[in-house]
């Protein structure tokens, strides 16, 4: 009998074994972005300040583009459901989607399919405040939606560039949307990192990180000014 003959084949239970643990591995580094119920979770947490950094060094670098063009419409209809990025398509606008996903204590409007927020508590990221929203006409935009990439921001830094289903999608992304006090919402604008930062301090390093994981997953560019005050906050984190 040759040598190759009496080596004994390797067990069945070792081999099912050894899938399992790879199984479980991958498992555990697949990074995720929902709750056990399938919904978006919020922003925030998990990323080193190191591998941030390596992100925004791989960003492309070059001055903004020309604003020309610019038309919010181009970003689909505001909060369309019709989207292909997390809690897309499940029958419920984008806007009460987030206050869902950020308000504490909610209470839902009857007759909406529990699609529409009432009531609700936001422990505010931008000035860490909580504050007590209710649905209406004159109460609802003490809390908005903020776009942490603004619509404009990412149109002048390559978003001109993307198709209509990507924008739509970008415009509704729940990695790029926050539930924060209105006053403070519209303070922002449509600035950058080099332009604006929260109130609060203590959002910085998440705020920048997350700037910088939307600029990657839609293939955006930043700008100088934008790089070094990116960097400057993470340098800190």
């Known amino acids: 009998m040759s040598a190759a003959q009496k080596k004994s084949p390797i067990p069945r239970w070792l081999w099912v074994a050894a899938f ?48 020309a063009g610019y038309d919010r419409d181009l970003f689909g209809p505001s909060w369309t459901d019709n989207v292909t990025v997390a809690l897309g398509r499940n029958g419920c606008d984008t806007r009460n989607d987030i206050l869902k996903r950020d308000l504490v204590d909610i209470s839902l409007e009857p007759a909406t399919k529990d699609c529409t927020v009432r009531t609700g508590t936001l422990r505010d990221p931008y000035t860490g405040s909580e504050i007590f929203f209710r649905r209406g006409a004159d109460t609802s935009s003490k809390v908005q939606i903020d776009h942490i990439v603004s619509l404009s921001g990412a149109w002048r830094t390559g978003a001109q560039d993307l198709d209509d289903q990507q924008r739509r999608n970008l415009a509704n992304d729940p990695r790029n949307l926050l539930a924060v006090d209105g006053p403070t919402n519209m303070s922002k604008g449509d600035s950058d990192a080099a332009e604006w930062l929260p109130p609060n301090s203590g959002f910085h390093c998440q705020y920048v990180m997350r700037q910088i994981e939307i600029k990657t997953i839609y293939e955006l560019w930043i700008t100088p000014d934008e790089r070094d005050a990116m960097a400057s906050v993470l340098a800190r984190c």
């Open 20 to 67: 399992v643990v790879v199984s479980v591995v991958v498992v555990l580094l697949e990074p995720d972005d929902s709750d056990e119920s399938g919904a978006a979770t919020a922003p925030g947490g998990g990323v080193s300040s190191s591998d941030a950094f390596r992100a925004l060094e791989a960003l492309p670098v070059r001055p903004a583009a020309a604003q």
